[in-house]
Structure formats: C-alpha cells, structure tokens
C-alpha cells in the first residue's frame, strides 16, 4: 500500500512539474510512462487541479490546467488575476441576500454562480451550507420585475452621455408618464436600484417641480421603469458642472429628491456611531450629559422621516429658536 501511494505522489510530483514548466501532457503517453491506465492519469490531473483551486486562495492568483483540444493534451493556464476568498464571497452573499433587490431566481442564480466560479471546489459545500437557510426564506421584492438588462444599458448610456427615453410608473398616483433624461448615476439604496438623471431641459414635467429650475438631479427607481430606449442623441455636462455621485450620495437619504438644506438635531440615543453611519455629512457640534448635538447636510425631506423615526431619541433643533436663546 506504501508502495503505490509513493507511486501515486511522484506521478502526481512529475506530471505537476511538466505542468509547471510548460509542457504539455498527453494522458495515454504519462500512462505509458507510469505503467498506468488513463483512468488513473485523469485522477491525477484532477488531484493538481483541486491544489491549484485551493492554492490560489493563498496566493491571490488562479492557475488552472485546461485541455488544448488542437494540441490534444493537458496545459497549465496561468492567470495572473486576484480572486475573492472564502470569507470575502460570504461576505458578498450575505449582503446581497440582505439587500434583497433581486427577483427569488435571479437570486439563486447570482449566489450559484459565485460560489461556482470564486469558491474552490472542496469549499463550495461549505459556504452554500452557510448561506442555504437564508436562501431558501429569501422574500422577493414586491415589484418581481427583472431589471437587470435595462440597468445594463442605463450604464452604458451613463458612460457614453446618451439621452434615455423612460415610460415611468409615479409612485403617488400610479399614473405612466415619459420622460427624456441625461443619466448620470445608477445608485442602490434600501432594496431598490435608481437612475439618477437631469430631466431635458425642454421637457414640460419640470413645471411641476417644486423648484422649476433646480438644477439637482431628478431620481427614478429603475423596476418603475415600464420601458426605457437609449436614445442616439448625446448630452454634454461641462466638467466644472459634473455630476459628483460619491458627494452627492452622501446627502441623499431615502432617495427623496429636493433641495439642498442642513439639519440640526440633539440625539439622545447610546450609538452616535450609528447616526454618523447613517448620515455620512453628519457632524458632532456638542456633547452634553451623554447627547449630542448633530449638524448634517441633506437634500430633499427624506431625512425628516428618519428622525421622526427615532422618535423620542431626536430633538429638532430650530434655528431661529436656537438664535433666540442666545440672544437672552
């Protein structure tokens, strides 16, 4: 028994090395070679291709060895690319499960292709093992519209400045209403992708904006989207006038859309760290008897359903009142 496990480890030994150095390996002359069938041969090379699956976990790169169907035989494939570790695509999953954007099967499909393509075989079980009881409670939004190919095309609209053309679902009256846009961001926040986008100058919706000439992006939720067109018509936003998506997330709160305003507030709350997380603009003026006294910089109302969410953790600071009491 010794004997042939020392046979099978300097046949794996040798067939690894002519890999490593180029070669190609033919299975009916390295069964010639050894004295073996090619049975045996082709568990060899499943045995180095399992080493280098888990070995590129340690070494950030992937090698594999793929079959050269014109040269006939078994060739090492280097590529030198990072891949994702164990912990990382669990990290992923459990994210992507939790934001819950996506329609049950597309859901089960992206967590199987990932674990497939970034997991090493041996760990695959392991990690789907981890995320499997989630998986199977997973809620599906309630709009279960497929969006991802119109996502697709908003972003290579964004990179080429193309016009789109949407059919858009209102969320206050239902009503279907067209618009013409300059996208210039897709963003994600709480479940729901959107476009964020500069309506067409010349088109009549502006009208109905609370300020008309606000020159804030407008933002739409893609799954409302009941038809989109990239038009062929480009846009031009001089770069002294480029949309800022990192600034400009940082101020958006619950995707409501608005002018630019500052808030001010007492938290009595135990995590300001968790105000701060929340409010990425947000600033700590004051601290006193364990509340703290916190400026932020919003656009639109959204922020006003946040606090009124913290309920009897905030207090609303009024500027005129604050400029009251200093004044007495």
């Known amino acids: 028994m010794d004997e042939e496990k020392n046979d099978k480890v300097g046949r794996v030994l040798?067939?690894?090395?002519?890999?490593?150095?180029?070669?190609?390996?033919?299975?009916?002359?390295?069964?010639?070679?050894?004295?073996?069938?090619?049975?045996?041969?082709?568990?060899d090379i499943d045995d180095i291709r399992n080493y280098l699956d888990i070995d590129s976990m340690n070494t950030g790169?992937?090698?594999?060895?793929?079959?050269?169907?014109?040269?006939?035989?078994?060739?090492?494939?280097?590529?030198?690319?990072?891949?994702?570790?164990?912990?990382?695509?669990?990290?992923?999953?459990?994210i992507l499960l939790e934001s819950r954007p996506f329609t049950k099967a597309e859901m089960e499909s992206m967590l199987e292709r990932l674990i497939e393509c970034c997991v090493p075989k041996a760990n695959r079980k392991l990690v789907a093992g981890l995320i499997k009881n989630e998986e199977f409670h997973y809620i599906e939004p309630q709009h279960k519209k497929t969006f991802i190919d119109d996502m697709w095309n908003i972003g290579q609209a964004i990179q080429s400045s193309q016009y789109i053309q949407i059919e858009y679902q209102?969320?206050?009256?239902?009503?279907?209403?067209?618009?013409?846009?300059?996208?210039?961001?897709?963003?994600?926040?709480?479940?729901?992708?959107?476009?964020?986008?500069?309506?067409?100058?010349?088109?009549?919706?502006?009208?109905?904006?609370?300020?008309?000439?606000?020159?804030?992006?407008?933002?739409y939720r893609i799954d409302r989207i009941q038809k989109l067109q990239v038009l062929d018509e480009r846009f031009h936003i001089p770069y002294s006038s480029r949309?800022?998506?990192?600034?400009?997330?940082?101020?958006?709160?619950?995707?409501?859309?608005?002018?630019?305003?500052?808030?001010?507030?007492?938290?009595?709350?135990?995590?300001?760290?968790?105000?701060?997380?929340?409010?990425?603009?947000?600033?700590?003026?004051?601290?006193?008897?364990?509340?703290y006294?916190?400026?932020?910089?919003?656009?639109?109302?959204?922020?006003?359903m946040w606090l009124r969410s913290q309920g009897d953790l905030v207090e609303i600071v009024n500027e005129q009142n604050e400029e009251d009491n200093r004044i007495g």
């Open 14 to 43: 040798g067939i690894y090395t002519k890999l490593m150095n180029g070669y190609l390996v033919n299975k009916a002359e390295e069964a010639q070679t050894y004295g073996v069938n090619e049975r045996s041969i082709q568990r």
């Open 61 to 94: 790169y992937q090698n594999s060895v793929i079959y050269d169907h014109i040269k006939k035989g078994y060739r090492l494939e280097q590529i030198y690319k990072m891949r994702l570790s164990n912990s990382e695509i669990l990290a992923i999953c459990k």
């Open 170 to 219: 209102r969320n206050k009256d239902k009503a279907i209403v067209k618009r013409k846009l300059k996208p210039v961001a897709i963003m994600f926040s709480e479940y729901y992708f959107y476009v964020t986008a500069f309506i067409d100058e010349k088109d009549e919706a502006r009208k109905d904006f609370d300020v008309i000439n606000d020159y804030f992006p407008t933002i």
């Open 243 to 291: 949309f800022e998506e990192g600034e400009f997330r940082k101020r958006i709160q619950f995707m409501y859309g608005g002018k630019l305003q500052r808030t001010k507030f007492w938290y009595k709350g135990q995590s300001i760290e968790a105000v701060v997380d929340r409010l990425p603009t947000a600033i700590v003026i004051e601290e006193k008897d364990g509340c």
């Open 293 to 304: 006294l916190v400026s932020a910089e919003t656009f639109g109302k959204g922020i006003d």
